[in-house]
């Protein structure tokens, strides 16, 4: 009975592996313009094919995040998928695919972008404009502190959510798209 029980838990392993694998590669192959890109195989870690130590920074990134939706998916919870520099490792122009992978994929996602990584993520670099496929359905928060002698921004904005004693908060989506310290 024991080994049954052995097998069972084992072929069940398999078989739900398999299923996030198919899962995260079609997340994958969705995005990144590279169609060979794909996962091999899911042990201890994520094994790119035909690739030693995991791929590009952007691949890396692509993968675990396709693999999280995945896992999220495949367990029925619902929860917001939060990611702390979403495209820091990626370039430009995939930003703009990856984002939209997102948005087809999660019911809701929490990004943390600084201002360099807004660029074909968040921001058509040809319009200066939220993409019109995010313009609709998402919000930006532009968040900033105002102590410690941090240098300010030249121009606070006209629409402010919460002011703090060390901190601003703002939903002005002009304000996010034009914000910079620099």
């Known amino acids: 009975f024991s080994s049954c029980l052995k ?4 072929d ?16 994958i192959h969705s995005t990144h313009k590279d169609k060979n890109f794909e996962i091999e195989k899911i042990d201890t870690c994520l094994n790119v094919k035909h690739q030693k130590g995991g791929g590009s920074g952007a691949q890396k990134v692509i993968a675990v995040t ?9 367990s029925g919870v619902s929860f917001p998928l939060v990611i702390d520099h979403p495209v820091i490792a990626i370039e430009d122009e995939s930003r ?12 809701q996602a929490i990004n943390f972008v600084i201002t ?30 105002t102590d410690r002698g941090i240098r300010q921004p030249a121009n606070m ?4 959510d919460l ?20």
């Open 66 to 74: 396709a693999f999280a939706l995945s896992v999220l998916e495949r």
């Open 96 to 107: 703009n695919e990856f984002s939209k992978m997102i948005i087809e994929v999660c019911h």
């Open 157 to 160: 904005p006209n629409k402010i």
């Open 163 to 182: 002011k703090t004693e060390n901190a601003v908060i703002t939903t002005d989506k002009d304000y996010f798209i034009n914000f910079s310290r620099i």
């Open 116 to 145: 360099g990584e807004k660029a074909d993520f968040i921001i058509d670099k040809k319009t200066n404009e939220m993409h019109s496929f995010l313009d609709n359905i998402s919000t930006a928060h532009t968040i900033f502190r």
């Open 12 to 27: 069940s392993r398999e078989t739900i592996i398999n299923e996030i694998k198919t899962s995260l590669n079609k997340k």
């Open 7 to 10: 097998d069972a838990a084992e």
